[in-house]
């Protein structure tokens, strides 16, 4: 039978350092333990299988929560603005964590994930600022909407073998992240989601990938090359948008179209083969290219007036 705990008052005073949830609770509620400030340890009884949406939100205090392998979920945002939470390990008696269950958790230094778990759900780890590392197991496939934005200090991520989709701004703003190793089982790249991450310095995507999102690139001040997949039959809107250092990219014969502003602002560009299959470059797709000293367009290709606008060195060759 269900015995829900729905408010910290049930079981101690809110201005408790420790709390100890006693036997027979079997949910902890939502928002029980709301903006209990004081709060630094938590101890989870055996009985406890879910904790709800918010049920630790704004719990400014808390550096360590232990959980027994009865819990099963942790729902959305459970955690939210738990800026003092140092290290999290999840038991593999989880199957589910929410939505932003740890969005704002600033000292998150540690996560462990167990492989019972198969996704990274949307916004998890937005603005976990102090997070330097992560190993995202065996077992999902599919890394959510903004999951790891914000993530400031990420040094780097190992994307297994089991991801099928990254998806809209997974890792925008993960200005310390260098380099990501992309699986050959990513099928899908969404909006932003490498976006502003701004020391990467190096992107393989292989052909498994047969849609990458607008955006995704923006902004990686730091990116050298690129060679994207021959799945791929587009080159997405300010997909390389103020990629500054970017000198080397391989556009695959798959691709048909480059959409506006590609790669708007790329000025250490200097030279680029647009491959025949190629029907249609956008407006500004290369404009501010200062570097950029030769274009190979095929025939076929049409682009608007301000496609190579700024680029006072360039020669286009059709061929």
């Known amino acids: 039978m269900e015995k829900i705990l729905t408010s910290?008052?049930?079981?101690?005073?809110?201005?408790?350092?420790?709390?100890?949830?006693?036997?027979?609770?079997?949910?902890?509620?939502?928002?029980?333990?709301?903006?209990?400030v004081w709060l630094e340890n938590v101890v989870i009884s055996r009985s406890v299988t879910v904790i709800r949406c918010s049920a630790f939100v704004r719990c400014t205090a808390l550096r360590e929560i232990c959980f027994p392998r009865s819990v099963t979920s942790i729902r959305a945002g459970a955690f939210w603005s738990c800026t003092s939470l140092q290290s999290v390990l999840i038991p593999e008696s989880v199957t589910h964590t929410g939505d932003a269950v740890f969005r704002g958790c600033k000292s998150l230094e540690r996560v462990e994930i167990p492989e019972s778990v198969t996704e990274i759900s949307d916004e998890t780890f937005y603005g976990c600022t102090a997070l330097m590392r992560m190993k995202i197991p065996k077992s999902v496939t599919d890394i959510g909407m903004d999951a790891f934005r914000g993530c400031s200090s990420l040094l780097s991520v190992e994307i297994p073998a089991s991801v099928e989709s990254i998806n809209w701004g997974a890792f925008h703003g993960c200005t310390s992240l260098v380099n990501v190793v992309i699986p050959k089982s990513v099928t899908k790249i969404g909006n932003g989601a490498f976006r502003r991450c701004s020391a990467l310095a190096s992107i393989e995507i292989p052909d498994s990938v047969t849609?990458?999102?607008?955006?995704?690139?923006?902004?990686?001040?730091?990116?050298?090359?690129?060679?994207?997949?021959?799945?791929?039959?587009?080159?997405?809107?300010?997909?390389?948008?103020?990629?500054?250092?970017?000198?080397?990219?391989?556009?695959?014969?798959?691709?048909?179209?480059?959409?506006?502003?590609?790669?708007?602002?790329?000025?250490?560009?200097?030279?680029?083969?647009?491959?025949?299959?190629?029907?249609?470059?956008?407006?500004?797709?290369?404009?501010g290219c200062t570097s950029l000293e030769s274009v190979s367009v095929?025939?076929?290709?049409?682009?608007?007036?301000?496609?190579?606008?700024?680029?006072?060195?360039?020669?286009?060759?059709?061929?």
Not at 271 to 278: A, F, L, T
């Open 8 to 36: 910290i008052d049930q079981i101690a005073s809110r201005d408790q350092r420790k709390v100890i949830i006693p036997d027979g609770y079997t949910v902890i509620g939502e928002r029980a333990f709301e903006d209990c």
């Open 211 to 287: 849609e990458i999102g607008d955006w995704v690139f923006n902004g990686c001040t730091s990116l050298r090359s690129a060679v994207l997949s021959a799945s791929v039959t587009e080159i997405g809107n300010a997909m390389f948008h103020s990629c500054k250092s970017l000198s080397s990219v391989v556009i695959p014969d798959s691709v048909t179209e480059i959409e506006d502003l590609a790669f708007w602002g790329c000025s250490s560009l200097v030279s680029v083969e647009i491959p025949d299959s190629v029907t249609k470059i956008g407006r500004s797709a290369f404009q």
């Open 298 to 319: 095929p025939q076929a290709a049409h682009w608007e007036k301000d496609t190579f606008k700024n680029c006072p060195k360039l020669k286009i060759t059709r061929r």
